[in-house]
């Protein structure tokens, strides 16, 4: 492999487009990681700072005249080095997508799965699905990278006095633990602490960025695409709205658009006027103020599905991870790796952000919260079989809609209720105790 970058970019770009076309296919998770790992070799991840340095290298022996044409080449590494910022994002996008598809389809997302950037290509798909899914792309960015709080661990900064000059030295503490003590602990009781500055490690609910944009483009063109649907089945029974967006979309234009408020299509606009959508008065043109007034509200009803469901389908994704699986799965499930296995409450109140109004479960990270909380005395069940009946119990949705929300298999959560609610009623009872001891044996066989 040649330091040149060029031909690696092509490569890739040449492959994805190619999924971009034609689809996933076996075996392309494996030709993902090893692109993302020859450009990460070469820099990508870095390109500005590796083509400066050749630039500075190529500049200490130069006279004036050379150093002119290392100018004049500035314009070119700067755009070698877009090429390849660009070429790493949308393999570690393409990435992340192939990984989630598996769990997208697991969940019984099939819907979101569809509209995954397999080939990276995030933009053209948010392109396509319209203003209102860029609209709902950003919301779910907004909510979950604003979201960040302490981990169990913290970096801390200390300054201390040695020998009687100031020192500064950075270590990792325990949250939960007694700074103070710690600091003595490691350099000793003689030591006089000063200042003890807590630097809090911050980490959303969804670490990677990658995985957030292949997810959140997902679930924003799903969503844009369902308003549209509903938008369009709506026309079978209002006929004047109808034949409106026929005209619209004969000349390419986006449905329950309005005419008015543009200088630009001037042909289409008579058309409108011939079919009595449009009128001119004193030289400007008008509409039906009731007609434009429903276009308006259908134009709302397309927002408001498309953030609904978009937000609806991660809800639905995150909620089964931690429902139907059990923390060990949870680590060790390859399709979400950048997704917190283990949050606390705090970590995972941007669900109650997805939510709808009318939601059955009604406060989802509490809920959520109680199901991690009981994993340490579950029942001798498939976390896929407890999980729906504990989220039943514990939110009084019924035990019908919860199996459908999470893909589960109802019979089975049926019968793990009698146990499920015997926990939930007596946590620290006999059959609690005999579950713990049942657990303890378990993880002794296996060591």
Known sequence: MTDNPLPLIREANEFLDAIDENGSSEGNVRLLEDYR???????????????????????????????????????????????????????????????????????????????????????????????????????????????SFSLKGASVTIKFEQDGETMERTLSLDAGADAKAA?????????????????????????????????????????????????????????????????????????????????RFADVKTEAMGAGFLKKVKGEWAGDDEFEAALARRRAQHKHVALSVSCLGVLRLLQWYYVSLASDARQSLGAMPSVLADPTE????????????????????????????????????????WGPAFLSLRSGAPLKWVCAELHAREKEAADALPLVRALIQKPEGRGAKFLGALKNNEKSRKK
Not at 353 to 365: E, N, R, S, T, V
């Open 346 to 385: 705090a970590q995972l109140a941007v669900l109650n952000d997805l939510k709808p109004a009318d939601y059955p479960i009604a406060h989802p990270p509490r809920v959520i919260a109680a199901k991690l909380s009981m994993e340490k005395l579950a029942p001798p069940l498939p976390s896929r079989a």
């Open 37 to 147: 790992s020859k450009m990460l070799l070469l820099g990508f991840n870095a390109p500005f700072a590796a083509l400066m340095a050749q630039s500075r290298s190529e500049s200490e022996e130069a006279d004036a005249t050379e150093m002119e044409d290392q100018r004049k080449q500035m314009k070119q590494i700067r755009y070698v080095a877009s090429l390849k910022k660009s070429a790493l994002n949308r393999a570690r996008v393409a990435l992340a997508a192939h990984r989630l598809q598996a769990a997208l389809k697991e969940a019984g997302q099939d819907e979101l799965a569809a509209h995954l950037p397999l080939g990276g290509s995030h933009l053209k798909l948010l392109t396509a699905g319209g203003d209102h899914a860029a609209e709902a792309y950003r919301k779910l960015m907004m909510l979950f990278e604003r979201r």
């Open 183 to 263: 600091v003595r602990k490691i350099f000793g009781s003689g030591v006089k602490v000063s200042d003890i500055l807590i630097r809090k490690k911050s980490a959303g609910l969804i670490k990677n960025h990658s995985a957030r944009v292949a997810l959140f483009t997902a679930a924003a063109v799903a969503g844009s695409l369902e308003g549209r649907r509903q938008l369009r089945e709506q026309e079978k029974t209002d006929p004047r709205v109808g034949q409106y967006n026929s005209l619209l979309r004969a000349h390419g234009l986006v449905p329950d658009s309005t005419l008015l408020k543009t200088e």
